[in-house]
């Protein structure tokens, strides 16, 4: 069995637990607070680094080693987030469409529910068809936030070029 470490990251929306071994991020969570011992390495303290440059508008896409732990259906979907581009957004809808068959989108919705990698894989750009801010494991005022964050960075973007 591989060893496990991990790390807390106050992000300015709550606190962040970075979860992973000596080879991926296995998960990045919001946490209640930051409890117990720390046991980084070199990948969480990674993690910690880019999170923070994604806070800090400095950083819009991860580079990573992930290694979600889900399904193969989960894991297909959590595929197809990772192409959704920094500043937009895609409905449930569009994204069973994408998987190739609407008729899942309640598979689709629930395996963004369970993402274990909050804001790297990008389930917070999922959204109800109507454009309304709708299922977010975190809450729905931190998706929010997120997508305002990653909106006002991508106007500023295409504002100064």
């Given at each position: 069995?591989?060893?496990?470490?991990?790390?807390?990251y106050q992000s300015p929306i709550g606190w962040m637990r970075v979860r992973g071994t000596d080879e991926a991020?296995?998960?990045?969570?919001?946490?209640?607070?930051?409890s117990g011992e720390e046991r980084p390495n070199?990948?969480?303290?990674?993690?910690?680094?880019?999170?923070?440059a994604y806070f800090e508008r400095k950083l819009r896409v991860f580079d990573l080693p992930l290694q979600p732990?889900?399904?193969?259906?989960?894991?297909q979907v959590w595929d197809q987030?990772?192409?959704?581009g920094y500043?937009?957004?895609i409905s449930y809808m569009a994204l069973a469409r994408r998987m190739g068959d609407i008729?899942?989108?309640?598979?689709?919705?629930?395996?963004n529910a369970c993402n274990p990698l909050a804001i790297v894989i990008p389930c917070h750009r999922v959204i109800g068809e109507d454009g309304s801010l709708v299922g977010y494991a975190a809450g729905l005022w931190r998706k929010q936030w997120l997508l305002e964050h990653e909106s006002s960075m991508h106007q500023l973007s295409?504002?100064?070029?």
């Open positions: 069995m591989q060893a496990l470490f991990h790390q807390y991020i296995l998960e990045i969570l919001f946490w209640e607070d930051r070199k990948l969480t303290r990674q993690a910690v680094g880019q999170l923070q732990q889900g399904t193969s259906f989960q894991k987030l990772l192409q959704i500043g937009t957004t008729k899942t989108i309640r598979a689709v919705a629930r395996a295409l504002h100064f070029g």
